[in-house]
């Protein structure tokens, strides 16, 4: 057998590299010394010249100014504490194996390789561009794009092994008589590199790899990283890209045992979380759990590419995530008019269980199944609204007014009717819970968020309200910013005592404002859809 042709598992450098580098998440503000400066990201508006993401420092002690001076500031949308992410890496490995068992788990169907697949933007640490296995019988880079987010470069060499492994696991060229089979090899790779010259990887790096891949025709991304630090500027990032059609995979993390740490961006309800699964079948205790995990997929013993023409095999939800991203790019391929949560669906409804029958924190919706993926021509989810007629002109952006007819009564009707998340098998309560964490307007007078919706995108936001105590009516507004085409619907709704939903208003006349008593509520939904989107919106709540 020729060295090109034999599988080299690497153990103790790579696991020792591994072990260096990725250590448990700090506190974004963390810092060796009080007085250390702090990172901070401001996000604005995006234009075709500038991402709209900057960010600056300042000393630890004047970082409540700080942030109070920018956000008074109206050009700036968000501004907060530059938030650290770390890849969801794999702990020491004990056992290899010499052969994929993770494909066959999935029910990869052997013609892969044949299959259409939609481009999949990878956001990692970093990628081996000269790898054989991502590069074409040809010759040709399996990348379609790469692009470095630090430096605005295109060196986005792999110092660690991350970025390369997932990518393989993604889309490794396939029978080519080398190296490993990737899930969708031939789906067009984006590489985009996030880690700094230390190392160090960043929200607002991240908020721009997201952009650069939604600007660059990705239409699924992967996200295997995290930390236990929420960002309203990360997920406002993948709340755009999804609302551009893009589904959004993530790692939950591998804090499980013991510990099983709720980490960020897989909780966010747009994303698509993803846990491990074993060789046996079954969720090793290292894959964080929770209500906001969505599917499991091989984590454990993977054999992946590394560096310099090598191969090893990695545990951890980093590697259960491309599994997921590579099923959606084939799903997707074969139905390119499909929306995100279409694409989401299908995987859906075709998953097998883990134990528990039905949905379950610790497998979610269960083990994904690409070939019954792909079987599915009906899946749940929000499809791609028809472009409405000519547009009338815009309304005041500061007004609440009511919405200008973007396709006459029926068009209406269809956003009346529309369910709050069809996506969500369990219904809205347990979708609810979920943004809990996410989106809590906790006890404040007023707040404002912006949002958008577009016909690319299952088009509904659910903002969870804390209400003041004795607080009586609740009021919700929208002020229409770009497109007055777009159809909104506001409905506001509480839990009864034995867990059922219970309406307490809806925008029924066809205005993009509300106002309701609580009823007696301590919290409250505001559930926002939109209709013949492109749009977005600023939404405020009052209590």
Known sequence: ????????????????????????????AAAPGDDAPVRIVVVG???????????????????????????????????????????????????????????????????????PAAPVAVIDAGFDLNHPDLRTAAGTSRFSGVWNATDNSSNVADYVGHGTAVASITAATTNDAYGIAGVASAAPLLGIKIADARGLMF?????????????NGARVINLSLGSGDSSEAEQLAIREAVAAGVVVVAATGNDGCGRNVRQFPSAYPEVVAVGATAPDGTVPCFSN???????????????TDSPGGEFTTRDGTSFAAPHVAGALALVLGAHPGW????????????????????????????LIDVQAALAVTNPPGTPMPIPAPAPTPAP???????????????????????????????????????LRTALDLR?????????????????????????????????????????????FRID????????????????????????????????????????????????????
């Not at 759990?289 to 054999?303: C, E, R």
Request: charged share 20%.
């Open 1 to 28: 057998m020729e060295p090109r042709n034999r599988l080299r598992l690497l153990t103790g450098l790579v696991a020792a590299a591994a072990a260096t580098l990725y250590v448990a998440a700090p506190s974004p």
């Open 45 to 115: 508006e995006a234009s075709s010249t500038d991402l709209g993401v900057r960010t600056l420092t300042t000393p630890a002690d004047e970082l409540r100014d700080t942030l109070r001076e920018l956000r008074a500031d109206p050009d700036n949308e968000l501004v907060e504490v530059d938030a650290r992410r770390f890849p969801s890496n794999t702990a020491p490995t004990d056992t290899f194996f010499a052969q994929q068992w993770n494909l066959p788990a999935v029910n990869w169907p052997y013609t892969a390789n044949t299959l």
């Open 203 to 215: 929200v607002s790096a991240e908020i721009k790899a997201i952009r650069w891949a939604v600007a």
């Open 289 to 303: 759990t929770g209500d906001h995990l969505d599917f499991v997929a091989p984590g454990q013993s993977i054999v």
């Open 339 to 366: 929306s995100a949560s279409q694409a989401r669906g299908a995987l859906q409804v075709s998953s097998r269980d883990v134990g528990a029958t039905g949905w379950d924190v610790r497998a979610g919706n269960g």
């Open 396 to 434: 005041d952006a500061g007004a609440v007014e009511p919405v200008p007819d973007a396709g006459g009564a029926a068009a209406a009707a269809q956003a009346a009717a529309a369910p709050i998340d069809r996506y969500e098998p369990n219904g809205d309560l347990r979708r609810a819970k979920q």
């Open 443 to 487: 006890r404040v007078r007023a707040r404002s968020f912006l949002a958008s919706a577009s016909r690319a995108t299952d088009p509904v936001d659910i903002y969870p309200i804390m209400l003041p105590r004795n607080a009586r009516v609740v009021r919700a507004a929208l002020s229409t910013r770009t497109n007055p085409r777009a159809v």
């Open 492 to 543: 506001v709704y509480t839990t009864t005592r034995n867990g059922q939903l219970r309406v307490l208003c809806s925008n029924v006349t066809g205005r993009v404002a509300v106002a309701c008593r609580t009823a007696g509520a301590s919290r409250v939904w505001v559930r926002v859809t939109a209709r013949f989107g492109g749009s977005s919106y600023r939404f405020r709540a009052a209590a």
